[in-house]
């Protein structure tokens, strides 16, 4: 949520902003605001509504060109989202301009210093009190990073903060505190933004931000230093996608670009996992084979779908190594006093490394003493770097808010995972995990095969988008796709969609069965485990009796399933733990399709973020 851009070199500042600004659009915004550094002054404009408001507002009151500027786009947390409330956020005297992703949980007390000495405070925001505090310390150091280390060691909660004064005419100044924020270092020129998205374009050579550090951008160079004034230690790396992985390529929506691009960003996944002596390697593992070989329990934390990642990964772990695998959404994690020790491994799993629920549950195990693996997409991220191993997606940049190809390569990368566990503690022999390697390397060409095939799910959605509910059953890992399903469809086409075990129907689901009632069942696969192919073959039977009109996606070759499917969706045939893979697929152009027919917005749904850095 929240996107930040900064700027500071030779270019318009305004331009490389805005532009900036609409690559992190995907992020999920309800406002957008700029200010620039001209004549000696500072100049901002800010509208509620999507970019084009403001793009509007620039051109009515245009600002003068300066070469310094701040951007962002907001999405409401405190106070609604109206022009007062949007960012950027100044000073009773013009002079600051502060934007800013996260909350501080302490602005009320703060706020109440504040008036009482004297400032006027014009929005509801917990943002506009550092513009205010920001100008008290700049006027006793005359020195805006020094005043934001000063600030920002009052400040309680999570936040990124950006700012620039009009004293400092080429600074911009930054703060990190659990929320994201990467710089960009250019010839002669620097970038602050949230995501190396909004300055891909002019530069891939980026430094990673760690925790509670301030950031001070000149054309000629970049400083980082410690909340207490100490130099800071950074890590410089280089982006290797460019802005064209960014951009729509043809398509319509970024989700049918990301769906289409999931062959490949499988298939970048498993690339290089295997060394030269034939075994299954991570990216950075700092847990010795001896500690894993101790573990006698995994816990996943996840939000959203990569819970349901999460959740299938929980059949592989068992599987394959033995050993008890819980999971648990991140948001509830902490709260309930989970038993963790130092032979607990938790696996963290987040595609863009700054989920806060998340991080604070992988913060919550490190200080129990057990040991963090982050399956991640973005490369110096928080999450990957607080923790012990990690293993990259190498999807490359997911711009729609509903995720699909981030989906995908978590599985896969879940699957390595599994297979690693089991390579270390002797439960998987290597020829074994070679085959199950091979296995997934011919998941990239079954899900181009499943895309070839979706022009008539495509017609199905379309003859949906009058109706209210939709539910989806499955069995085994079944029953997470299911689950993936109702989600993509409540977040794209706003609708009642409900995800269950389908053993569970008879306890209570099944009351909801009425006539016409469009049912998802995705059936498992009839070899090797006959009987649960059996037992949902029954479900289905269950519900077309009571009048529902039965979707079924079922590999090929599977004729049980015919007489009882109004529409059958097939699939190629797959190991049965990596059926997931090719499984969800057609969900996902369903969702898109149906959210499309009902005329909504596909890659930013409502009251949506795609990066949720607050709990």
């Not at 602005?107 to 509801?124: C, D, K, M, N, P």
């Not at 990190?176 to 620097?190: H, I, K, T, Y």
């Not at 989700?255 to 390697?281: C, F, H, W, Y």
């Not at 015919?562 to 969706?569: E, G, K």
């Amino acid at each position: 949520m929240c996107g930040i851009v900064g700027y500071v070199g030779s270019q318009s500042a305004l331009e490389v902003v805005m532009a900036g600004l609409k690559r992190l659009e995907y992020r999920g915004y309800d406002s957008a605001g700029v200010a620039v550094l001209a004549d000696g002054g500072l100049a901002a404009a800010k509208k509620a509504g999507k970019l084009v408001n403001l793009e509007k507002e620039l051109v009515e009151k245009p600002l003068p060109t300066g070469s310094t500027g701040i951007g962002h786009t907001r999405w409401a947390t405190h106070g609604g989202p109206t022009d007062a409330n949007a960012h950027p956020h100044l000073d009773n005297a013009g002079r600051v301009a502060v934007v800013h992703n996260g909350i501080i949980e302490n602005f009320a007390v703060l706020r109440g210093e504040l008036l009482e000495r004297g400032h006027e405070l014009t929005s509801e925001t917990d943002t506009e009190v550092v513009a205010h505090l920001l100008a008290e310390e700049f006027s006793a150091t005359a020195d805006l990073a020094e005043a934001m280390r000063l600030v920002c060691r009052r400040l309680e909660g999570a936040f990124t903060l950006v700012a620039v004064h009009a004293d400092e005419p080429d600074v911009v100044v930054g703060a990190r505190r659990n929320s994201p924020l990467v710089v960009g270092v250019g010839e002669g020129e620097a970038f602050l933004a949230s995501d190396v998205a909004a300055f891909i374009a002019h530069t891939r050579s980026a430094i990673e931000l760690g925790q509670d550090q301030v950031v001070e951008l000149r054309r000629d160079g970049v400083t980082v230093t410690g909340f207490d004034g100490r130099p800071a230690e950074v890590r410089s790396y280089n982006v290797d996608w460019d802005a064209a992985a960014a951009e729509k390529g043809g398509y319509d929506y970024f989700m049918l670009k990301e769906i289409a691009e999931q062959p490949k960003a499988v298939s970048d996944t498993l690339l290089g996992r295997i060394d030269a002596a034939g075994n299954l390697t991570l990216d950075e593992v700092r847990i010795s084979a001896s500690e894993l070989r101790e573990m006698d329990k995994v816990v996943i934390v996840a939000c959203g779908t990569a819970f349901h990642a999460g959740m299938i990964a929980k059949y592989a772990i068992e599987h394959w190594t033995r050993i008890p695998c819980e999971v648990e959404l991140a948001s509830e994690f902490r709260y309930r006093d989970p038993i963790l020790d130092a032979q607990t491994l938790v696996i963290a799993i987040s595609q863009s490394g700054e989920t806060m629920d998340t991080l604070m549950a992988l913060r919550h195990a490190r200080e129990q003493g057990s040991k963090v693996l982050a399956i991640c997409n973005t490369n110096g991220s928080t999450i990957p770097r607080e923790s012990d191993a990690v293993l990259y997606t190498h999807a490359g940049p997911e711009v729609a808010v509903a995720s699909t190809k981030a989906f995908l390569t978590q599985l896969v990368a879940c699957y390595l995972v599994a297979l690693y566990l089991g390579q270390v503690r002797g439960t998987k022999w290597g020829d074994e995990v070679r085959a199950v390697i091979r296995d997934l390397s011919q998941i990239g060409g079954a899900v181009e095969q499943v895309l070839q095939t979706m022009e008539p799910v495509r017609e199905l959605a379309r003859s949906l988008a009058d109706k209210n509910t939709v539910l989806f059953l499955g069995r085994h890992v079944g029953y997470p796709v299911a689950l993936e399903g109702a989600l993509k469809l409540k977040e794209l086409a706003y609708m009642h969609a409900e995800g269950f075990a389908a053993g569970e129907l008879k306890h209570g689901p099944i009351a909801l069965i009425d006539e016409d009632l469009p049912v998802v069942v995705v059936v498992p696969s009839p070899r090797g485990r006959s009987l649960l192919h059996d037992k949902i073959v029954s479900n289905i039977q269950e519900i077309r009796a009571r009048g529902a009109r039965t979707i079924v996606i079922a590999e090929e070759g599977d004729e049980a399933v015919v007489p009882y499917a109004d529409h059958l969706i097939r699939i190629p045939v797959t190991p049965t733990l990596l059926q997931p893979l090719v499984a969800t697929v057609p969900l996902q152009v369903f969702a898109c399709e149906l959210a499309t027919a009902r005329g909504n917005e596909v890659d930013q749904p409502r009251n949506l973020a795609k990066s949720v850095t607050v709990e």
